[in-house]
Structures are given as structure tokens and as C-alpha cells.
């Protein structure tokens, strides 16, 4: 047989993934292992939203959408929301794109704007998802790489050192997924003026958005003077709505970079499902209440967590901002990432992922998601005390 492609085959796998399927087929198997792998909320998606989707396919959603690009109920609703929440004035019939999963909005908008050989800019520890896109895409990834010492600061000067005539973007996220950072109106002023200096784009990556603790207010790069036109905003439904297998995102940006992610959409997945369109209306535009209890819950789950972590002999764990991961040290394990979520696993069956996966700064830090119940937490804590002499 002829070869396979290399470009795939060189392409690491989702290790976020990888370890969440791999602690649900041990689950499965019968054995005791608590997940705390991947993102994926433990609350069920509020009724009214499924019973959106089960009236739309009683209705006769189960055919292509039409639009393909997005359901005018739902590119308004998208539209609505941009504005009221984040400050960013969209046109609905041409600013916005509906894919399925945010994830496939963050490969659209790579594909939109790159040209063989150019650079983008990732902030790592970096969520494991983004150097394989800008791969796939055609770019080339180049890590600004955040010191854990310096609580992962962006300046100015730390991107600055990483620009190259070929940089043609940059990819952030906040709040930060693994980090739990959520960025300051100084680093998002840091990150505004070398994209204006250098001319960039920005792919602001805004899934976690709502998960914003102590009262913090999430703050969007697309709001800021002159950056619309620079910055392809994305979001979804799976986090802040408990949807991640429904599969909804969009990306929002200059009509002509969204008319080509909407382009390349309808010839690879054509649109995301008719009957998820109709639930993700609702759940724009129904009650929100729900998002604050669930934050609320993350938040007691941080503080206890983090609490409960750095009490232990050996764990140091930084609080979080947003999002719901934490990402704790050992510094008195000699073993690397690796060897440190592959003992959590085989010797506490801990599922976590190891901090490698977010690139060389995450190096001696695994990752926790909280998103899980507080009972899981509380059995992975105590195993964590017997554990940690070992590891
Ligand atoms: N961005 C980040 C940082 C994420 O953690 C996720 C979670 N999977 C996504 C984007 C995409 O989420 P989804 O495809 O489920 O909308
Ligand atoms: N984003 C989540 C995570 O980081 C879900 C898995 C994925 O899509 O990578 O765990």
C-alpha cells in the first residue's frame, strides 16, 4: 500500500481527550478511577434547552439548515449576545458562523487567514489543541512561552520577542484553559498594541468566558479601539451551558475572513446539526440564571480543591481565576509530567493530564478539571495524601 499521510502522522493526539477516553474505558472496565481529565461539565444541559431540540426535531429540524452557515433565529441570537455581553457589534447576516463545536470555529478561522509558512503566535502552557491546528492549517506555531514563577504573565516585550516578518496572527484564550488565568486589562492592552504595531490577527478564544470567578468580569479583545477588525472572536455553548456533546460554536469577526470560514464549512462539515441551531436559540435566549449557579459551584469546588492541595506535603497548587482546571506542581517529585499522571493513575487512579501536553512551560504541573463532583474531589484529595510520598 502506498503511504498514509505523514502530516497526520506526525500529529500528536488530543491528550486531553486521549486521557478522558482512557479514565472512562477503566471506569467502564470496573475500576476505581476518578476523572479529572477532561473539560467536559458534570451537570446535565438545563431542560428547556433539550426540550428545545426535541420540539425542533418533532417540528421537522432534521433536514440541512438553512442557512447552512447558521439559523437567522440563531445568527440574531449570536448577534444579540455578542453585543450585550461583550461589547461587540456584529451584523448578523455576515459577522458571525455557526460550526459545530467552538473547536472546528478555532480551525476555520486558522484556515481563513494563513498562508503557507506563516507564523502564529500560541501563549503557552497552551491548550493542546492549538499548535496541531495551526499546523493543519498551514502555519507555523511559534510558543510565547509564560513563566509558571511569573503567575504566566503576558507583556508586551514577551510577545514582541517573537515576532518575525512571516507572523501573521495570535491565539489566546482567556480565561485560560490550563492555566485558569484570566487576563488583566494591562495583558489584553499588551496584546492589543503588538497586534496593532505588527499588524496581526487575533483568534480570541472566549469558551470559558462566563466561568469567571469572584466576581471578575470577563473582558473581550474584540471590544477594544481598532481590534474588531483584527480579532476573530469564538464561543460556544459546551462550557457555560453543559452542551459539549452537542456540538455548537461560532466565530465572529470581519465579514470577508467570515465569509471564507463560512466558505470552507460548507465544504468540509457543512453545517452544524439543524436540531442543536434550534437549542442553542433557546439556551441564548432563555433563562440565564443557571450559568451563575454553575460558576458558583466551580468556585467552592476551586476553593476547596486548592485548599485541600496545598495542605498536602509536596503539592503547591496556584488558586484560579477562571475556568475550571487547576494545574498544581509537585516540586518534590523527581518524575516529569509524564510519570507524574501516569502514578497518579496507576497508583491513586487519578485521571489527569500531564502538563507536557500544554507545552514545555507545563512541565511538572498536571491538570485537574473541577469540573467534577465535590465528592470525586474530596476521594481524589485523600488519595493524593497517600500518593504524594511515592511519586
Ligand atoms: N477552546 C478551549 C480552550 C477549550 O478548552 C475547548 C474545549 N474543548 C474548546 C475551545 C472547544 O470546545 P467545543 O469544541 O466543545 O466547543
Ligand atoms: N477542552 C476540554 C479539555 O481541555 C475538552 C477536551 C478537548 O476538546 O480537548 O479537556
Redesign the pocket.
Known amino acids: 500500500m502506498k503511504e498514509t499521510s505523514r502530516r497526520i502522522g506526525n500529529l500528536p493526539v ?1 491528550a ?2 486521549a486521557v ?1 477516553d482512557k479514565a472512562k474505558a477503566l471506569q467502564a472496565a470496573g475500576h476505581d478511577v476518578i476523572a479529572l ?4 461539565p458534570d451537570f446535565d444541559t438545563p431542560s428547556h434547552i433539550s426540550e428545545a431540540a426535541f420540539a425542533a426535531i418533532r417540528n421537522g429540524a432534521t433536514h440541512y439548515p438553512a442557512p447552512m452557515k447558521g439559523i437567522p433565529s440563531l445568527l440574531e441570537a449570536i448577534a444579540n449576545k455578542m453585543d450585550q455581553d461583550n461589547g461587540i457589534h456584529i451584523n448578523p447576516k455576515s459577522d458571525v458562523v455557526v460550526t459545530p463545536g467552538a ?1 472546528w470555529s478555532l480551525f476555520l478561522a486558522l484556515a481563513a487567514i494563513l498562508n503557507p509558512g506563516d507564523e502564529v503566535l500560541y501563549l503557552e502552557p497552551v ?3 492549538y499548535p496541531p491546528m495551526i499546523t493543519l492549517a498551514g502555519g507555523i506555531p511559534v510558543a510565547v512561552s509564560l513563566p509558571s514563577e511569573d503567575n504566566f504573565t503576558i507583556t508586551a516585550d514577551r510577545l514582541r520577542a517573537k515576532i518575525t516578518p512571516n507572523t501573521k496572527a495570535l491565539m489566546m484564550n482567556t480565561p485560560s ?2 492555566t485558569g488565568r484570566v487576563l488583566t486589562q494591562a495583558e489584553l492592552d499588551a496584546i492589543a498594541e503588538v497586534a496593532l504595531e505588527a499588524d496581526l490577527y487575533v483568534i480570541a478564544d472566549e ?1 470559558y468566558e462566563k466561568l469567571v470567578f469572584d466576581g471578575r468580569k470577563h473582558l473581550s479583545l474584540a471590544a477594544m479601539p481598532g481590534m474588531a477588525e483584527r480579532t476573530l472572536t469564538i464561543n460556544g455553548l ?1 462550557k457555560a451551558y453543559a452542551m ?1 456533546g452537542w456540538r455548537m460554536g461560532w466565530l465572529v469577526g470581519p465579514a470577508s475572513i467570515v465569509k471564507m470560514a463560512a466558505k470552507m464549512n460548507g465544504q468540509t462539515v457543512s453545517s452544524a446539526a439543524n436540531f442543536t441551531m434550534h437549542a442553542a436559540v433557546a439556551a441564548l435566549t432563555g433563562p440565564q440564571d443557571f450559568i451563575g449557579v454553575m460558576r458558583d459551584s466551580y468556585q467552592a469546588r476551586r476553593d476547596y480543591m486548592v485548599n485541600a492541595l496545598n495542605a498536602i506535603d509536596g503539592v503547591e497548587c496556584r488558586s484560579i481565576e477562571g475556568a475550571f ?1 487547576l494545574f498544581p506542581r509537585f516540586p518534590n517529585s523527581k518524575k516529569n509530567s509524564l510519570e507524574l499522571a501516569d502514578a497518579l493513575l496507576d497508583q491513586a487512579g487519578i485521571a489527569g ?1 500531564p502538563g507536557i501536553a500544554f507545552g514545555a512551560s507545563g512541565e511538572g504541573h498536571v491538570r485537574f ?1 473541577i469540573a467534577t463532583a465535590m465528592a470525586d474531589l474530596e476521594r481524589a484529595v485523600a488519595r493524593i495524601v497517600d500518593v504524594v510520598p511515592n511519586l
Open positions: 488530543s486531553t481527550l478522558a481529565a477532561g473539560g467536559d473547536k491548550w493542546v489543541s484553559n490550563p469558551i459546551s459539549t482546571y493530564v478539571s
